[in-house]
């Protein structure tokens, strides 16, 4: 089954790619690899999903709101790939930062929600390494950020 498929099938409404807000671009292809800048935590209405995991957000809204930085980094990826998720070979590795307070453990937990979408989109090419990292903030004040490096063919 083609990625697209996948994304109709699991009626997936993907956001607008986010136009850069600083001094940097959304994706960078170098050779095979496609780098998508962290993309922050966005509802579906457009609106920030901000707090402090452990204090304003437990961990299955931080689960949610990883799950909308991945829909953003589909969302870029099919911008750069031409809307062709066929140059998509695999995801290799995401980064998620989590704001959270000094108390809060559940960042894999939380970041979770943005390496389940990536693999229920593009199955075994979407495995990825990863990591999950606690920030004392984020920017804007959202919840969770998360970047990734694809393989393209």
Do not use: H, M, Q, R
């Given at each position: 089954m083609s990625f697209e498929n996948k994304i109709k099938e699991l009626n997936i409404v993907l956001p607008k790619a986010a136009?850069?807000?600083?001094?940097?671009?959304?994706?960078?292809?170098?050779?095979?690899?496609l780098y998508i800048s962290g993309q922050i935590s966005i509802d579906e209405n457009g609106q920030l999903i901000k707090?402090?995991?452990?204090?304003?957000?437990d961990t299955e809204a931080g689960y949610n709101a990883a799950k909308r930085c991945a829909l953003s980094i589909i969302a870029q990826v099919k911008k750069v790939c031409g809307d062709d998720l066929t140059?998509?070979?695999?995801?290799?590795?995401?980064?998620?930062?989590?704001?959270?307070?000094?108390n809060f453990i559940e960042q894999p937990k939380v970041i979770n929600g943005a390496s389940d979408l990536i693999a229920s989109v593009f199955g075994d090419a979407g495995m990825h390494t990863r990591a999950a990292v606690s920030a004392n903030s984020l920017p804007l004040g959202v919840s969770?950020?998360?970047d990734a490096v694809f393989e393209i063919n």
């Open positions: 136009d850069p807000v600083g001094s940097y671009v959304a994706a960078k292809i170098s050779g095979k690899l707090g402090k995991l452990g204090k304003d957000l140059k998509i070979k695999s995801c290799i590795k995401l980064t998620g930062f989590v704001n959270s307070t000094d969770v950020e998360v």
